[in-house]
C-alpha cells in the first residue's frame, strides 16, 4: 500500500493528456462497444505524443479480429478523423488484390530494367505515405485490410516493416513508417465467435455477467488461435497490440443506429444547403428500422443499408420531386397496416412577405396552401403524395 507520508504523492497513470483525452472521446462517440480496441490506439498515441515510441519502429501496430459490420474498419477511419481531420486519409491497402506474388510490384514499384518501371508511383512510396499530413500532424495511418487474404510475399514484406519502420522499393528507395500508425483487418474466427455469440444476439434474452465475461475469454481466445494457426510466429510477434472485436448485440445496435440517424440529419444539412430539411423518426419507426436492420451476421453495415433503403432514398426522392422545401419539418412514422414507413411534411417556412404580395389572390393561396401539413407515403419503388 503506498503511503502519502513525507514527500510521496500517489500518482493516477490512468489519466492522458489533452490531445489523447480528444481522440478517446472521439473514438468513444463513433465506436460502440469495442473498448478493448479503443484503449490501445489512445495510449500508443499518448506514448508517441511524449516521445517514449521505441526508436526504429512504426509508432503501433494492431491487428484487428472479428466478424463482419463490426467497427473494425470504422475504428481506423474515426482515428483519422480525429488526428487528421478527413476520414478519408486512411492509406488502404486491400489484400485481396495481393493474393499473388507477382502483384507486390504494384505496392513497392517494378527494379529499374522492368517493364512499369517509373510509369506510376508505388502504392507505399513515401510521396503517397505523407500525402495527409498537417501542418500540426505528420502521422500516417496505414490499413492492410483482410489481410489474410494476401500472398506470403506481403507478409514478409510487412515483416521488415513491422519491425524496422522501412520498406525498400524497387528503385532501392527507402520509406519511412517511423511516424505511421499500422492497422491489419482480418475476419479469422469469425465463424466460431458467430457460433458462440448465437444464443444472445439480436433481440435474445442476455446472460448473466458471469458467463458473459466466460463467453467473451472464450471469443477472444478463439479469434487469437485462429490468427495463429493463419500467421507465422515471426509475423504475430511483431504486432503490438491484438483485438478481438465483439459481435454486437442489440444494445450496441440501438446505440449505433442512433448516431446512424444523426449522421443523416448532418446529410441532410450539408448536402441540401438549399433544402435544410429537419428530420423526426417516432419511436414506431425507429423499432422497424432497428428490426430490418439487425442481422447477427452482417453487424452494423446490415443496419446501415436498411436506413439507406428505408430512410436515406425516399428522402432523396422528396428532395428530388419537391414535395419538401427550405425550413420543412418531416416526420416518419411506421403504418403497421401496410408495414411501411410514413413520411409526412410536418410543417414548413412560412412564406415570405414580399413572395405573397408579389402575386395575385389565386397564386397567393396557392403558395399559402403549400404549407398545409400532407402525409407523403413511399413504397419499395415510388414516392408519391397521398390523397387528402
Given amino acids: 500500500m503506498l503511503h502519502t507520508n513525507g514527500h510521496k504523492q500517489p500518482l493516477d497513470v490512468s489519466r492522458v493528456g489533452g490531445k489523447a483525452h480528444d481522440l478517446a472521446r472521439h473514438l468513444r462517440d463513433s465506436i460502440v462497444g469495442q473498448d478493448e480496441a479503443i484503449n490501445p490506439i489512445v495510449q500508443m498515441y499518448q506514448t508517441h505524443l511524449v516521445g517514449l515510441t521505441a526508436g526504429g519502429r512504426p509508432i503501433a501496430t494492431f491487428l484487428f479480429l472479428g466478424p463482419t459490420g ?9 482515428t483519422a478523423e480525429a488526428l487528421l481531420g478527413n476520414p478519408g486519409a486512411v492509406i488502404k491497402i486491400d489484400c485481396g488484390e495481393f493474393q499473388h506474388s507477382h502483384e507486390i510490384a504494384k505496392l513497392i514499384g517494378s527494379p529499374p530494367g522492368y517493364i512499369g518501371h517509373r510509369e506510376s508511383l508505388p502504392r507505399l512510396c513515401q510521396e503517397t505515405l505523407d500525402k495527409h499530413h498537417t501542418e500540426s500532424v505528420k502521422i500516417s495511418i496505414v490499413l492492410f485490410d483482410e489481410i489474410e487474404k494476401a500472398s506470403d510475399a506481403l507478409w514478409n514484406l510487412l515483416l521488415g516493416i513491422l519491425d524496422k519502420g522501412t520498406l525498400t522499393l524497387g528503385d532501392n528507395q527507402r520509406v519511412d513508417f517511423s511516424r505511421s500508425l499500422i492497422f491489419m483487418t ?3 474466427g469469425a ?5 458462440m455469440l448465437s444464443s444472445r444476439l439480436g433481440f435474445a434474452p442476455t446472460v448473466d455477467s458471469h458467463k458473459d465475461d466466460r463467453l467473451g475469454e472464450r471469443i477472444k481466445a478463439s479469434g487469437v488461435e485462429a490468427a495463429r494457426r493463419r500467421f507465422t510466429p515471426e509475423f504475430m510477434n511483431r504486432i503490438d497490440k491484438i483485438v478481438v472485436f465483439k459481435p454486437l448485440g442489440d444494445a450496441e445496435l440501438e446505440k449505433i443506429f442512433g448516431i446512424e440517424l444523426n449522421t443523416v440529419q448532418r446529410r441532410l444539412f450539408q448536402s441540401t444547403p438549399s433544402c435544410a430539411l429537419e428530420l423526426h423518426v ?4 425507429k423499432r422497424y428500422l432497428l428490426q430490418e436492420g439487425t442481422d447477427t451476421r452482417y453487424g452494423a453495415r446490415h443496419l446501415k443499408r436498411a436506413i439507406d433503403r428505408l430512410l436515406v432514398q425516399p428522402l432523396a426522392n422528396l428532395i428530388a420531386t419537391e414535395q419538401v422545401r427550405d425550413g420543412d419539418v418531416i416526420s416518419v412514422d411506421f403504418c403497421s397496416a401496410s408495414g411501411e414507413l410514413l413520411f409526412w411534411k410536418e410543417s414548413s417556412k412560412p412564406p415570405r412577405q414580399e413572395e405573397v404580395a408579389a402575386t395575385g389572390t389565386d397564386e397567393a393561396a396557392h403558395i399559402l396552401d403549400a404549407n398545409v401539413a400532407q402525409p407523403v407515403w413511399t413504397t419499395a419503388s415510388q414516392t408519391q403524395v397521398a390523397p387528402v
Avoid at 191 to 195: Q, S, Y
Avoid at 282 to 285: L, Q, Y
Wanted: proline letters at 0%; zero cysteines.
Fill in 282 to 285: 417516432s419511436e414506431a419507426g
Fill in 70 to 78: 463490426t467497427g473494425k474498419t470504422r475504428i481506423v477511419e474515426a
Fill in 186 to 188: 482480418s475476419n479469422l
Fill in 191 to 195: 465463424t466460431e465467435m458467430n457460433a
